[in-house]
């Protein structure tokens, strides 16, 4: 056996060995809270998903409740879920929110995905890790992410990288008051259940980082 063959067979054999299995990783890049934000209560939070898996959406959705109400927050799961940005879905959105009845929305989304090809539609939190307009509500937030994204070819066989965003809207005017932006990387590798707890957890965590919510 050659040398280069030799040293393929070695790399094979230790990307499939069970300490070096791929599983999704979840972690937080950067979140930001209003002024005075922190300490305020929520009162009832409404819970709005946006993905390309209605099913992944519901585990979501009642995830997030949960941790919530363990916080003391009066959270519940909508079941609604969004998958498109059309004229019609903007629509059926602007009215799952109008009949929430809820102090404040948690809209949770995937903002972009990353395999061969990458799909970058635009974001509420902009490079410098600050939302690039606090004054969007949170009806003008489901409309910017219009974009059907921009493909850019990757490596075959690439590990699947999600972007995703929580934010919180508030009040009458359903106003930005707190936003993270979350990566996890080899999306779908591993435990689904394991990887849908990390992503709340991740979420959740960010929250009392922030002085938002309260540890349980």
Do not use: H
Not at 126 to 148: I, K
Not at 185 to 206: H, I, K, P, S
């Amino acid at each position: 056996m050659s040398q280069s063959l030799r040293a393929a067979f070695v790399t094979l054999l230790v990307l499939l060995s069970p300490a070096c299995a791929l599983r999704d990783k979840t972690t937080l890049e950067a979140s930001w809270a209003a002024a005075g934000r922190g300490g305020t209560s929520l009162g009832k939070v409404a819970i709005i998903t946006v993905a390309d898996s209605e099913f992944v959406q519901a585990e979501v959705q009642q995830r997030l409740a949960k941790g919530l109400r363990e916080r003391g927050v009066n959270a519940v799961a909508t079941g609604r879920y969004f998958t498109r940005y059309t004229d019609e879905e903007r629509e059926r959105f602007r009215a799952s929110v109008q009949a929430s009845g809820a102090d404040t929305i948690l809209l949770a989304r995937v903002t972009s995905r990353e395999t061969r090809v990458r799909e970058v539609p635009d974001t509420i939190m902009g490079p410098a890790n600050m939302p690039a307009n606090t004054s969007l509500d949170v009806y003008g937030a489901f409309v910017v992410y219009g974009g059907l994204g921009r493909p850019m070819p990757q490596a075959d066989f690439a590990p699947t990288t999600v972007a995703s965003e929580a934010s919180l809207y508030e009040g009458a005017e359903r106003k930005l008051s707190w936003s993270a932006k979350i990566r996890t990387r080899n999306a779908g590798t591993g435990d689904r259940a394991a990887a849908l707890d990390e992503y709340v957890g991740v979420v959740l965590g960010a929250m009392e980082k922030d002085g938002v919510i309260r540890r349980p």
